[in-house]
């Protein structure tokens, strides 16, 4: 029977070792797995000839200074640890390929490498033994980021009543692009803040310390996502580049010379951005997820803990009657550099924003029929 190499393979060092990966066969939920079989090179050149369906008898003629009987031994290890793959075992990655195709290979990795982890309950048996773990490797990460040399400016906390009805509110909130250009106040913007990223109650958390509650759920109160805000147009604040301090309710100024034309290149020219009354870039720390949960998981946590943080973000500002939007789409790594954060120890992750929406605010989609007939 013919045989390929596995689609869903990837290569790395590992402990000095080479591996090669197959990140697509399922593992265990129950203990941990990781589908790598150590390669050397003899093995990689073998494989590399199985790069279309072959019948390995070819390949035994095409090594004529090789015993045959070592190298149908050798093909039979391979297909015996899942790097060669028959018709039927392949079907999963052709599929894989076919549903997929419009992404590349970083993308798959990324899902499936992390797939299938082992729950690590909460119970005190499981908690006490993964704390131990952690408070051998240091004390816990700060809870609040701050910049304490930084020029700051206090905002109010004489936050915007939020008395509109939750069904309005959530039928309301849509994406705006378009701004009329009036500032966005300074209550309206501190009480955005506050209720998004502002701690509201703190908790106990033993071997972790004290940890904060947000109004947005957050993987194991970690709350590793923090907020720098691109004022462009607020009412008594300055234009520029500030990092919100949640413990304190303030801007920490980060950059003075931050403008729209910043968020221009950044954004890609999304005029939303350009326009609003400020935009807010969500990064990871990733310490402070990375210190309790040790499993490459843990990444898929920190990114569903940006949604709801946006989410959060998108509701607070309808209630208070600006618009809101969001984007993926910007230049990380020069996002990185303009919030002066490494990309590694902490990353751009969200580009979310508001503004005084000049379109229709009572949710019903702009430029939009409501419904099409159907084709
Ligand atoms: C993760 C994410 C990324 C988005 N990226 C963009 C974007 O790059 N540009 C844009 O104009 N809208 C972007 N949007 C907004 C969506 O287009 C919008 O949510 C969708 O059209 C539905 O409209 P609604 O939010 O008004 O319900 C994004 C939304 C999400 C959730």
Redesign the pocket.
Known sequence: MKLRRTRSLIGYWHEGEFVLEDYLTTKSSDVEEDNAVVIDETALLLLHRFDDWTDPESVLDALPDYDPESVREAIGALAEAGLLHTPEQAQREDHLAEEWANWNEEARFFHFGTKDAVYIGDDDEHRTAAAAVALESGPPPAVFKSYPDAPRVRLPRAFLPLRRDFDDVLLA???H?EFTGDPVTLRELATVLHYTFGPMYFVDAREYGTLMMRTSPGGGARHEIEAYVGVLNVEGVAPGLYHYNVEQHALELVDPDFTAQDVDRLGFG?Q?AVTAGFVTFLTALVSRAAYKYRHPRTLRMILLDA?HL?QTFALVSTATGLGP?????FRDSEVEAALGIDGISETALYLIGAGHPSGPVDGH?IDMSVAAAPR
């Open positions: 909130r849509r994406t692009r999304q939303m949604g946006a939007f969001q984007t993926a789409a989609p």
